[in-house]
Every structure is written in C-alpha cells, then in structure tokens.
Nanobody, 122 residues
C-alpha cells in the first residue's frame, strides 16, 4: 500500500524556519515534491525533486528561501523553509509522481499525503 506521511508543520514567527518531512512507503517514485493550499485558494506547486537527484524545481515565490532534499536510505524528502513570511501560511501536501508527466501541476500528481499545517505569524 502506497502512503505519503508528512510531519514537521507548526506555528512559527515571520523570519523563522521550519523543516517538513515526507515519508514514502509502498514503492519508489520517479519524483516527489510539495504543494500548498492556503485558505480560500487553489493548491499550488512549491517544489519537487527527481529521486535520481538529477533536478529540483521551485516556485518563484519560494526560490532562494526553501530547499528540497531527499534521503534514499529512508525514502524521505524534506523541505527546509527559511525566512518564512505570513503568505507562506498554508497546508503543505507531499506529492509523488510514478513517472515523468511533464509540468509539476496539481492534476499530474499520482499520490498525495494528508497535509500538514504551517502557520507563520507576523
């Protein structure tokens, strides 16, 4: 059974840092990443990384502040979030793709985690 389980969300002050973790079980994926959904808004892409480590992508809104990484031994990915802003407040979802489907858009994701809340206070 395929599962993606996120952890690491919480409440942090603006300018602070958090690290999200996503543990995958059941299979190895071609690519994994993160999306987020703020209250009243659509889910949006944040970052992704190919399991081979060949490439990582970021939304322009988080470029330079967030860093994605993966640990092959533990089958996990991480999202290090620095210089957090109030607009980063959202539920963050782990996402996984079983193959190369092109753009990292919501409709292309094959598996989702349950989400973890990140709240940044100003």
């Amino acid at each position: 059974q395929v599962q993606l389980v996120e952890s690491g969300g919480g409440l942090v002050q603006a300018g602070g840092s958090l690290r999200l973790s996503c543990a995958a079980s059941g299979r190895i994926f071609y690519k994994m990443g993160w999306f987020r959904q703020a209250s009243g808004k659509e889910r949006e892409f944040v970052s992704s990384i190919e399991w081979s480590g060949a490439g990582a992508s970021y939304a322009s809104s988080v470029q330079g502040r967030f860093a994605i990484s993966r640990d092959k031994n533990s089958n996990r990915i991480y999202l290090q979030m620095n210089s957090l802003k109030s607009e980063d407040t959202a539920v963050y979802y782990c996402a996984a793709w079983t193959g190369d489907v092109g753009d990292d858009v919501t409709d292309s994701v094959h598996y989702w985690g349950q989400g973890t809340q990140v709240t940044v206070s100003s």
